[in-house]
């Protein structure tokens, strides 16, 4: 029996448990996982299939470079919840995914990975085009697995899915060598799974939920730090009842944004390096932290012996090595961010009387709100983030790439909903903000996606406009151009006598050209007045777009936490 | 502090590579670390002695070995009831005339002397730590020419009785 189970540019895709060559499992389980796009590169070893996605006409969008559809990949699983999928070749389209991966691994980002590995028969032998990825890329996988036999395959597949979107999610790699993709096998794809080793705790322990209860009601400093395991968990909307339950000020970290409401008076913004006065204070003072789904990241809390110095911890994380893991603390609570939300709603603790502290809060922030100073002659960079939230009505999905530009998306655009925000946090990679933007339009094809973008990032996957102009796919691109890598030229500014050592560009392309090169409508804007409507312009414009935005060249990013520094000592917290 | 960890993992190739480069990457440090089949041939058993400064530093070992999806049980032993032994290879330097007595030296320790070359033989030994290293310490003054140690492999006794409760009566009354 071969029920139809999908049909795609007129082709049909089958399935059913029969004899067939390992290719067309893998497609055929890509498809009963309900796969609906595959980003990928072809190239020798992968050939086979490349053949069944021919045949069966599954989507594939072909990047042009192997790191496009790795990030591609991950802003698609950023945005849909469902895992990203990237098909290579060996060795070279193997190594050129490295990167992507690290970065999904350290950001927890769901995305099965295939691999081609040349014949089984010379693996070992430095075959043309071999390259040991399954050790590579051991300790930047959540798992991965080397097919040996065609019959393993479905449970592989299978486990694979299974392990890149439970528990923590994360990448997982199937390198699969050529033979075995041409090898006839049993496809059976309704065997249980069978994993002991791998079993994530879901349903928080129920003591340890009372005692975090507890532990508000007779706090005088309550703060929450939120981080993007409620995101993964889909728990926002169980967050925001908490919260309004418990009346809780709420900090997120840069991967949080969204977890809760930006313009929501309990949100303190972003805490961290570059985060707001307020949610930095609110966290150096607190007497109870209560992080939800957050790593403390060494971004986010600044010098560790200066870190919230007086609080009692409590820690709900669905992966148990990070409680504790930086952090001394005192309510582990291991399982998912929602299910613990939902038992602490249901709980309903006695909120803590905190009016002092909310005043405290409130005092901060009107003292000391996020800033920049207009001189009335140059784009200001954060003045173009506040136009793109406003004209987008703070509804865009914003990706952006890793630098000032990204801070100043983080500080100014304030997310109201979940599932908004897309960018590289862990590994902080550039080249990440456009690709991942490609992802995220497929994953939403109705929504604006605008990537916010550094002039160098850009250039670091720019190639990937290709994608743009084949599919008139209508991503906005707005590049916050200061000439410079903004971010390195600031903290040679600050910490190295402003010695700018290869942080400023001499020479720069022409970006329209570029743009113009694949069709794609460019914008120069350099005059503050005439932005406004230039934005409005482009971001109506029905198909892709580059906006090439000069913006003030030597602008910083404050306030800041100085490396080294803890939270009570940020600096730039005022004009 | 140091902290003998077991753990029982699945037989696929790589198991070990992942495990060792967990531990490097980490900074974990690792005395010794050994592996072998167990009476499951789908599952093998590993031993680890390492040194962690602190409680915390032993949470995040035995947590990051459990996130490892080839690793089923994790288990510091180190205050249970265990049967712990390492296996050694000692190659000393012995002259004809000396053999005699270092046979006798190492007698207490029922180490046997497993090779015998012109001017070396070659000791073998098992036991705990302790006894090991106390055999070395003895041979020493002959001349160590090659030492091969297996690490430490453990498991826990047929009780549930902690090692340092001691006996609750002796022969004596
Ligand atoms: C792949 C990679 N290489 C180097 C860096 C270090 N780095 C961080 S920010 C930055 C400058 C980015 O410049 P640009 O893209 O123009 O953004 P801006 O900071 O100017 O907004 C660099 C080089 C990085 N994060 N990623």
């Known amino acids: 029996m071969s029920p139809k189970i999908k049909e795609v540019d007129g082709r049909e895709l089958y399935t059913g448990n029969q004899e067939m060559t390992g290719s067309s499992m893998l497609i055929q389980a890509l498809a009963r996982e309900n796969v609906d796009v595959i980003f990928g590169y072809p190239g020798g070893a992968i050939l086979p299939t490349y053949d069944e996605i021919y045949r069966t006409g599954i989507r594939h969008i072909l990047a042009r470079h192997e790191q496009g559809a790795i990030h591609a990949a991950e802003g698609y699983a950023r945005i849909s919840g469902k895992p990203g999928v990237c098909v290579v070749t060996s060795g070279p389209g193997a190594t050129n995914v490295i990167t992507g991966i690290a970065d999904a691994m350290i950001d927890s980002l769901p995305l099965v990975v295939i691999t081609g590995q040349v014949a089984t028969t010379v693996i070992g032998t430095d075959a043309f085009q071999e390259a040991d990825i399954i050790g590579v890329t051991m300790p930047i996988t959540k798992h991965n697995y080397q097919v040996r036999e065609v019959d393993e395959l479905p449970r592989i597949i299978k486990e694979a899915f299974h392990i890149a979107t439970t528990g923590r999610p994360g990448p997982v790699l199937i390198d699969l060598p050529k033979d075995v993709s041409t090898a006839s096998g049993f496809f059976n794809y309704d065997q249980p799974l069978d994993l002991p080793g791998y079993q994530p705790t879901i349903v928080p322990n129920k003591l340890q939920i009372k005692k975090l209860a507890d532990a508000v009601t007779n706090a005088k400093k309550p703060v929450v730090l939120a981080g993007a395991g409620v995101l993964h968990a889909g728990g926002s909307a169980e967050f925001l009842e908490y919260i309004e339950q418990q009346q809780i000020p709420v900090a997120n970290t840069l991967l949080g944004l969204g977890s809760f409401p930006g313009t929501h008076p309990l949100s303190l913004g972003m805490a961290g390096m570059h985060g707001t006065y307020t949610a930095n204070m609110a966290l150096h003072e607190a007497d109870l932290l209560i992080s939800i789904g957050a790593r403390f990241d060494d971004r986010v809390t600044g010098a560790l012996q200066h870190f919230a110095p007086n609080a009692k911890v409590a820690h709900i994380d669905i992966d148990p090595a990070e409680i504790g893991k930086n952090i001394e603390t005192a309510i582990p609570v291991v399982g998912d961010a929602k299910e613990a939300l939902s038992m602490l709603i249901a709980e309903n603790g006695t909120p803590s009387h905190c009016d002092k502290w909310k005043q405290q809060i409130a005092d901060w922030k009107s003292e000391f709100p996020l800033w920049y100073k207009e001189d009335g002659e140059s784009l200001k960079p954060q003045r173009l983030i506040e136009m793109i939230y406003e004209e987008t009505n703070g509804d865009a999905i914003v990706t952006t790439d890793v630098g000032q530009h990204q801070m100043w998306a983080a500080q100014f655009y304030k997310f109201d909903q979940p599932n908004r925000w897309v960018t590289s946090g862990g590994l902080g990679t550039m080249g990440f903000g456009f690709p991942s933007a490609i992802g995220a339009q497929f994953a939403e094809p109705e929504k604006q996606v605008v990537a916010v973008l550094g002039d160098a990032g850009f250039q670091m996957t720019a190639q990937e406009m290709s994608i743009l102009q084949e599919l008139n796919l209508p991503v906005k691109i707005i590049l916050v151009n200061n000439a410079a890598l903004g971010m390195v030229r600031q903290w040679q500014e600050l910490f190295y006598d402003e010695r700018y050592s290869n942080s400023l560009f001499p020479i720069q392309p022409d970006f329209i050209k570029m743009a113009e090169a694949y069709n794609i409508k460019g914008w120069k804007v350099d005059d503050p007045k005439e932005m406004q409507t230039a934005l409005k312009e482009a971001l109506e414009y029905d198909g892709p777009v580059l906006m090439d935005c000069r913006v003030t060249k030597d602008e910083n990013v404050y306030p800041m936490i100085a490396p080294g520094k803890g939270h009570h000592e940020m600096e730039g917290i005022k004009p | ?173």
């Open chain 2, 1 to 173: 502090m140091k902290r003998t960890i077991i753990a029982t993992v699945n037989n696929t190739s790589g198991v070990m590579n992942r495990i060792t480069g967990l531990f490097a990457r980490r900074h974990f440090n690792i005395e010794s670390i050994t592996v072998g089949m167990t009476e499951n041939p789908a599952i093998s058993r590993m031993t680890f002695v390492i040194n962690v400064d602190d409680e915390r530093g032993l949470d995040q070992v035995i947590k990051q070995l459990y996130k490892q999806v080839d690793v089923l049980k994790v288990r510091d032993i180190t205050d249970e009831a265990i049967v712990a032994r390492e296996l050694a290879l000692i190659k000393i330097v012995a002259a004809p005339q000396n053999r005699g007595e270092i046979s006798a030296l190492v007698e207490p320790f029922r180490a046997s002397i497993v090779d015998v070359g012109r001017e070396s033989i070659t000791l073998q030994v098992t036991g705990d730590q302790q006894k090991v290293e106390a055999l070395i310490d003895l041979v020493k003054p002959y001349g160590i020419k090659e030492l091969a140690r297996t690490g430490i492999t453990a498991f826990k006794r047929g009780t549930k009785k902690s090692v340092f409760d001691g006996p609750k009566y002796s022969i004596i009354n």
